[in-house]
């Protein structure tokens, strides 16, 4: 059941664009920490869905947007509407990631990050060169944008 639902997700993401270039680090699990239990939605829900998206190949039709969005929307069915999406920016916007910031931590159905603390997050995508804008969505609520910071961390 799990599995048509992700294919009905995934087919709905399949035109999106190819702005998102991942930059994936080859090691992602020294960064893993263990999300906290929000509201009844814990690890163990959260992880199976998340693995599944994650091993999806990395293409042009299927970007890290597509793979957040996908996630955000299995979080978002769950009932947990609190979900935004963040993107992080090179200074000229040339190259990009998004991936799922929930209740604080970061969701990287990518690259592999599960449940990273934003603000390591953030510092981990500046190493890697995105060091320009951050932008927060609304997930469901594209008026809801906002651009947090335009900073680099040196």
């Not at 959260?46 to 042009?60: A, G, M, R, V």
């Not at 981990?124 to 609520?141: F, K, P, Q, S, V």
Request: one cysteine or more; aromatic letters at 14%.
């Amino acid at each position: 059941m799990k599995k048509i639902i992700i294919l009905s997700i995934l087919i709905l993401f399949l035109l999106g664009n190819s702005l998102f270039i991942s930059q994936a680090d080859r090691n992602p699990t020294q960064y893993i920490t263990k999300p906290i239990t929000v509201k009844g939605i814990t690890k163990s829900r959260l992880y199976p869905i998340f693995n599944e998206i994650k091993d999806i190949p990395y293409s042009n039709n299927l970007n890290c947007k597509n793979k957040s969005e996908i996630f955000a929307e299995y979080i978002y069915e769950q009932g947990y509407h609190n979900v935004k999406l963040l993107q992080v920016w090179n200074k000229d916007y040339s190259k990009g990631h998004q991936v799922v910031l929930f209740n604080g931590y970061i969701y990287d159905p990518t690259c592999g990050y599960f449940g990273i603390q934003k603000s390591a997050y953030i510092k981990m995508a500046n190493h890697h060169g995105l060091n320009g804008a951050i932008i927060t969505i609304d997930y469901r609520h594209n008026e809801s944008i906002k651009l947090e910071s335009f900073i680099s961390y040196a």
